[in-house]
């Protein structure tokens, strides 16, 4: 994977597959600490100790459909190529926390990438969840909730044409509008998609 954005993907992905009612991604830039934080932390049916230390093993899964899990073994790599670390805190029946940590300058951290596509494609594709995104940058703050526009489309079901128009949209206005972080001073950046 070339970018952050689909290594978020792929483990929302496996929340989804846990069993998860909501996901929430959380992304934190701090470049004045030279790191970058990503969190996915779900409702799902959690694992046990001993799977989630073995979940990043690339030769390990659980599941039946293949004989290798690589989704999170990526993003770990990815990390420690950055300087970075992986963790994984789960326990059955409360879900699971994956936070990879980046060095944000270093040269082989991977760009966050394409995160409206990831976005779009994990509320589109399993209308049935609440997806939540907050991503913090130098004092900004960009949130979404499929949980809010799910409200604002009163019934029309958010994967048919109308609610794909209004996911996009909405979407592209949380990503490009940032709020004030209290406490923190607000510098508007780009986007990064």
Avoid: W
Avoid at 8 to 19: C, F, K, P, Q, T
Avoid at 46 to 63: C, I, K, L, N, S
Wanted: negative net charge; contains cysteine.
């Amino acid at each position: 994977m070339e970018e952050l954005a689909l290594h978020i993907l792929d483990v929302a992905e496996n929340s989804v597959r846990a069993g998860a009612r909501r996901v929430e991604i959380r992304v934190s830039e701090e470049p004045g600490e030279d790191r970058l934080i990503i969190e996915i932390v779900d409702d799902g049916c959690g694992m046990p100790e001993e799977v989630a230390r073995r979940a990043a093993d690339p030769f390990y899964t659980t599941r039946s459909d293949r004989p290798v899990g690589l989704g999170l073994a990526l993003l770990e790599q990815a990390a420690r190529a950055a300087d970075g670390s992986l963790r994984i805190e789960s326990a059955p029946g409360a879900g699971t926390r994956v936070a990879a940590e980046f060095r944000h300058s270093h040269p082989d951290r991977q760009p966050l990438g394409d995160i409206l596509s990831t976005l779009m494609t994990l509320a589109a594709g399993h209308p049935e969840v609440e997806f939540y995104y907050e991503h913090r940058n130098r004092g900004s703050l960009r949130r979404f909730s499929t949980a809010e526009l799910k409200r604002e489309l009163g019934g029309i079901p958010l994967n048919s044409a109308p609610g794909i128009r209004l996911l996009r949209q909405k979407l592209d206005d949380a990503l490009r509008t940032a709020d004030a972080v209290p406490g923190e001073e607000v510098r508007h950046g780009t986007c990064h998609r």
